[in-house]
């Protein structure tokens, strides 16, 4: 169906992700596809992580944030509500070492009102490229 159509994403751990976008609406509800399947001890809620992420607002050519830009990896508490909804529920229960694509709604992400500053509207559906370290 084609509200399951997800980007397509080079899979390799680390490598600094490109995304392209399919010429369909964004995923109905939380979408998590595992690209590279770690084989890290499993992340569970209140673990501490340290990710690599690539974020874009759904069709964007261009991150709204990237780790991978910066040069230095994220670290935080994740399951317990330091992040979007969505990170939560999409990371815990991963191997360390994994990469993932994830599509958040914007009920589990930044909602009706957005990050208008990071070009983010509300209602907006995000894709993240998350490495687990």
Request: proline share 7%; aromatic share 10%.
């Amino acid at each position: 169906m084609a509200e399951d159509v997800m980007p397509t994403v080079n899979a390799e751990f680390g490598a600094k992700p490109v995304i392209e976008f399919p010429a369909t609406e964004a995923p109905k509800g939380l979408k998590v596809v595992e690209l590279v399947e770690g084989n890290g001890p499993l992340v569970r809620a209140g673990d501490t992580v340290t990710v690599d992420y690539y974020g874009a607002v759904w069709g964007s050519d261009t991150p709204f944030d990237s780790s991978y830009d910066r040069g230095t990896p994220a670290q935080f508490a994740i399951g317990v509500g330091q992040v979007i909804k969505g990170w939560d529920l999409a990371i815990v229960g991963r191997s360390r070492r994994s990469r993932l694509l994830i599509s958040i709604p914007s009920d589990y992400g930044y909602g009706s009102r957005g990050i208008p500053q990071a070009g983010i509207k509300g209602g907006d559906t995000l894709v993240f490229v998350v490495d687990i370290h």
